[in-house]
């Protein structure tokens, strides 16, 4: 996993990039990510069943009258060894807010105007699909979504209106039905058909030498539906393609061209499963800042919208970091994984807008909370104390308390808590009592 919400580049793209985790400035053209293992968070066990793990001793449940007084040794209980996070709670409280106030605002508000004139003055019909791929992949589609869509839905209109041109160019045509695929137009497959041999009904040969539309056919067929054979067949077909020329292109690494560059990133993911920060972080960087064509305004706002979205970013983290150390769960619930930058590196990878500030936050807590009961039925409860655990929850009730050890009672409190800070919030925004159907959510849930 990438920790971008660590890294921004420099405000200009003759500047070098600002690296804050050593707080001073490298002259390198990249950005050096932070690579560390990926904890994944485990499903919730069926709690007759325990699958071992290559780390741990497999689970064994005791079924006891009294769970409370049962076990007073926590020696006696199973531990997974979880290691400790590698960002400290100092670390993060350290990173610097730089890319905030007035003057960066209105450098990127000013910065956005500039190109969405861009966007919308191009003639050209396919420099203008260029133009919002690009923007796309730099991570700054999402300031112009109502242009791109009037864009795009007149496309569409023409098409319905000549569903068959004169001229055929694969490239041109795999980037429009992709990106009005994207955008929910249903575009059908059979556009494809063109760039068939007739007598066989297989690709033409010829694809492969025209790579930029071998890889334009390649990343349109991820998106296809199930049961349309036309783009899986062109999925299988493209992929033979780009792997011969990456095998041809190998030998002259030295000298790798950007459209190496492209086709290499696209035969380890496509375009389509790939996380829109990360994937802005290496556009810019690997093949934007290197084009001879590159828009020195286009680069300029890129890398501010993705300053200032980190900055945001670090702000949301701190919060959390702040509030994961006031609970004090890490020390009263030492079993459980310290995940709070992982579950919140998974919330920016959902929704990285910056007006979903709140949904990263609560939903960081969430999947901070969903962990540490998890780790609680997977490594550390009893089956007794499950069951009451459990029972406690369905029927969200604390006077259920006094029947739960103390461990699980932190639990039970946390859930509870965290579950009426959420509703206070939505009465608060909106108007309307949820926590009904939120308690009847964490029943269900811990009830499987």
């Known amino acids: 996993m990438q920790c971008i919400a660590f890294h921004q580049f420099a405000s200009s793209s003759s500047l070098p990039i600002w690296s804050s985790i050593d707080n001073r400035f490298t002259p390198k053209t990249s950005i050096t990510s ?18 071992r793990s290559s780390t741990c001793y497999p689970i064994q449940c005791t079924v006891v009258d009294n769970p409370s007084s049962t076990i007073t040794n926590n020696s006696d ?23 905030k ?32 791929d690009t923007i796309q992949r ?51 497959q059979e556009i494809f058909n063109n760039f068939k041999n007739h007598k066989t009904g297989e690709f033409k040969a010829n694809i492969s030498n025209d790579i930029m539309g071998a890889l334009g056919l390649y990343e349109a067929s991820f998106h296809g539906k199930k049961g349309e054979s036309i783009l899986e067949e062109a999925r299988i077909f493209t992929t033979k393609c780009l792997k011969k020329y ?39 960087e690997e093949i934007y800042e290197r084009k001879q064509d590159m828009n020195p305004t286009l680069l300029e706002f890129a890398k501010l919208d993705f300053n200032m979205l980190q900055s945001t970013y670090q702000e949301e983290l701190k919060v959390l970091s702040r509030w994961w ?7 009263k619930l030492p079993f459980v994984r310290d995940r709070l930058v992982e579950c919140f590196l998974w919330q920016v990878g959902v929704r990285f807008e910056p007006q979903f500030s709140y949904f990263r936050i609560m939903d960081t807590k969430l999947y901070v909370l969903l962990t540490i009961i998890d780790d609680m039925h997977d490594i550390y409860g009893t089956l007794e104390e499950l069951q009451l655990f459990t029972n406690a929850l369905q029927r969200w009730d604390l006077k259920e308390l006094d029947k739960l050890p103390d461990y699980m009672k932190t639990a039970f409190y ?10 206070f919030d939505v009465l608060q ?17 811990w009830a499987f």
């Open 246 to 284: 990456k095998l041809m292109s190998s030998s002259n690494n030295n000298n790798m061209t950007l459209i190496s560059l492209l086709v290499n990133h696209a035969l380890e993911m496509p375009l389509q499963w790939r996380i829109t920060r990360s994937e802005a972080k290496w556009f810019i």
């Open 429 to 445: 925004e909106h108007g309307f009592v949820h926590i009904e159907y939120f308690k009847k959510l964490v029943s269900l849930y």
């Open 101 to 132: 106030g007035e003057s960066y605002t209105s450098r990127l508000n000013k910065l956005e105007k500039d190109v969405k004139r861009m966007l919308i003055g191009v003639e050209n019909s396919l420099a203008q699909l260029e133009l919002i």
């Open 138 to 188: 730099l991570g700054i589609s999402y300031r112009f979504e109502n242009e791109i869509i009037s864009i795009l839905k007149e496309k569409f209109t023409n098409n319905n209106n000549n569903p068959n041109p004169i001229n055929y160019d694969l490239y041109a045509t795999a980037l429009q039905f992709r990106l009005l695929r994207q955008y929910g137009f249903e575009v059908p």
């Open 34 to 51: 932070i690579s560390k293992p990926k904890p994944k968070l485990k499903s919730k066990s069926n709690l007759k069943s325990r699958s």
């Open 77 to 99: 209980r199973r531990s997974a060894n979880y290691g400790p996070p590698i960002w400290s709670f100092d670390f993060v409280q350290s990173l610097p807010i730089q890319y």
């Open 325 to 331: 150390k006031d609970s004090k769960l890490g020390e």
């Open 414 to 423: 946390f859930t509870y808590n965290f579950t009426n800070e959420l509703a």
